[in-house]
DNA sequence: ATGAGTGCAAATGCTTTGCATCCTG
DNA sequence: CAGGATGCAAAGCATTTGCACTCAT
């Protein structure tokens, strides 16, 4: 990954070390403002311009993917591979469905005339793990919309 | 509609009725910015707060659901019914996939252990018909990262 | 050394909120 | 006529930008 950055033209600098390790560790895919409160302690310094500076150079050399799950902050990934998601509709957490293996099905059908599909992905949306065991009808939680 | 409306103890306000009919009007799924300029001829008088206290009236009384498709401003679907969606990566397109019927796999399969999953959506992205025929490689597009 | 990268601060864009006034039911 | 809804303006977040200074190469 570091041989990727280089290989952008992108300098090493440990705000960008930290940066991409706090994203690869992490598969909740972290905000802007996470990885800035995050990274406080150990770069008391850094601003929020370098944040987003090394994000978006990070999503040019397609390092890693901007991804809008849920309204409000912007969420990035650095795996820039289409994948599926789970969003908790109480507490907001994002789940990481890398993994997964779907059935193959053919993928590159035209879900209306004309569009050319580059990638599929899908959001499920329910409760997590905690929030489901925490509550019945978890706090803040939307009606269901049922399926 | 308005049926629907009154139940839920709201008033029948013109403002109110015009945002309801341009939801409605609309497969692209306008953000509160497009509502607000789309309406500005008809009711000039209107402010941004009537149009963001009016869809979130709505999203409360379940008669629409505020959508995080792309990073930005969030789109309002009168459609509450969870359904796929397409996403032009060149000019930010919204095409709803309401109508598609899709084979009738469990959907309702954990993707992760302990996730309650109460919808599934997918998101189709790639290029709209307009910038497909238009050029090779649509102006602003991110590099397809394939699939 | 030299230009990319950082930090700071101001600016922008979307959305929310407080409050006085207005109008639907 | 009463309470909910509107309009206006200011405030709140997320994100972007300009610019002088610093540091990785």
Redesign the interface.
């Known amino acids: 990954m570091l041989v990727a950055l280089r290989a952008g033209g992108l300098k090493l600098t440990p705000q960008r070390l930290a940066i991409l390790r706090e994203l690869a560790d992490d598969p909740t895919h972290p905000t802007a403002t996470e990885l800035f409160s995050r990274l406080r302690a150990e770069l008391p310094s850094m601003s929020f311009a370098t944040v987003y500076n090394t994000l978006s150079a990070l999503?040019e050399q397609?390092l890693c993917?901007?991804r809008?799950?849920?309204?409000?902050a912007?969420r990035f990934d650095p795996n820039?591979?289409?994948h599926?998601h789970?969003v908790?509709?109480s507490c907001g957490l994002v789940?990481d469905?890398a993994g997964?293996v779907r059935?193959g099905?053919p993928?590159?059908a035209e879900?209306?005339?004309?569009?050319?599909?580059?990638?599929?992905?899908?959001?499920?949306?329910?409760?997590?793990?905690d929030c489901?065991?925490r509550l019945e009808r978890p706090t803040g939680a939307k009606?269901?919309?049922?399926?």
């Open positions: 999503t397609g993917v901007a809008a799950l849920e309204p409000g912007v820039v591979e289409p599926d789970a908790c509709d789940v469905i997964r059935g099905s993928r590159t879900p209306v005339a004309g569009f050319a599909v580059r990638s599929v992905e899908r959001v499920y949306r329910g409760w997590c793990a489901s065991s009606q269901a919309t049922g399926e």
